[in-house]
């Protein structure tokens, strides 16, 4: 059976950006016979929390996606991930990355062609075995990045089209020991057998990375759809200071849950109406550019 996904991270209100994502992975999911999951993505523990989580899924159900009550938590599954990288390690694919997060930034601001935003050029790649023992005796903790050889990969995006990118020597652990995002969900998306990974179109260059570590693991590969952003009147990506962005700044302006619902499905070129949309779903009906939000709702509360 077909399945959908959606998620989100707790760090905060969803805004109405997320949950059109959220609307649409939905329905695809649903036009497809299938079902749908909602993922936790908290491996940011300081800045998540249940509250907000509590938040999230009840904007969701208020805007009619039905999903399991058992929502999966990353922060629950730590064990799988390093699992998977000491798997990784065995086969000489990872290396300790002792960069500063100064030497990361500044690195990943050097223009890397199609690779992802971020991109690792590979400074701590082959260090001799005094430099690394050096670094070690140091006590600063190291990251654990994958070891790649230039990679490319070509896939086709249910809203993009084709696409093709690079990939880098990508985190896997953060010297916190805390797992990274695409380890972490490339293993999550396998285990809840999702297969239509329906997200923002600001990961579409990350892909190819999580591609690769679908390959090097043995799990099967979803197929995409990265939704074009929601942005506010002045053509940047939706904020807080666009005014009304969440359910709740919404609602104390008259705008009701069914209503922002309804505006969203139009936004995506659907039917209004919930089971129209799911029978009339179609991708090729979707936008392939982004969607600014009415001006009604860009009227900042107070």
């Known amino acids: 059976m077909p399945r959908g996904r959606f998620a989100p991270s707790p760090t905060g209100s969803l805004h109405v950006g997320n949950l059109r994502t959220a609307l649409v992975a939905w329905v695809s999911a649903r036009s497809a016979g299938g079902d749908f999951v909602v993922r936790i993505e908290d491996l940011d523990r300081a800045n998540s929390s249940f509250e907000n989580e509590k938040s999230q899924t009840s904007d969701l159900r208020a ?11 990353q922060s629950e599954r730590f064990e799988i991930y390093d699992a998977a990288i000491d798997r990784l390690s065995a086969r000489g694919l990872t290396y300790p990355c002792f960069c500063t997060r100064r030497e990361i930034r500044e690195a990943a601001s050097a223009p890397h062609g199609d690779l992802p935003e971020g991109a690792y050029p590979g400074t701590c790649r082959d260090l001799s075995s005094a430099e690394l023992r050096r670094r070690l ?3 600063r903790p190291p990251a654990v990045r994958l070891r790649t050889d230039g990679e490319r990969y070509r896939f086709t995006d249910r809203i993009a089209g084709d696409v093709e990118g ?23 998306d396998a285990w809840q057998r999702v297969d239509q990974v329906v997200r923002g179109d600001d990961l579409l260059l990350s892909t190819p990375r999580q591609i690769h570590l679908q390959k090097l693991l043995g799990l099967p590969e979803p197929s995409y759809a990265h939704v074009p952003l929601v942005v506010g009147g002045d053509g940047e990506r939706l904020a ?4 009304a962005v969440t359910l709740a700044d919404l609602a104390q302006v008259g705008e009701k849950a069914a209503d922002v619902r ?6 995506l070129g659907l039917p209004t109406d919930v089971d129209d949309a799911v029978s009339g779903f179609a991708w090729a009906k979707v936008p392939r550019s982004s969607w600014t939000i009415p001006l009604r709702w860009q009227t900042r509360t107070s």
Do not use: Q
């Open 137 to 139: 005796d140091s006590g």
């Open 166 to 188: 690079g990939i880098d020597d990508v985190v896997l652990r953060r010297n916190d020991g805390v797992p990274a995002y695409n380890l972490a969900v490339v293993i999550d």
């Open 240 to 243: 807080k200071r666009h005014g």
């Open 262 to 267: 309804a505006e969203l499905l139009a936004s």
């Open 63 to 73: 805007i009619g996606l039905e999903f399991p009550v058992d929502v999966v938590r």
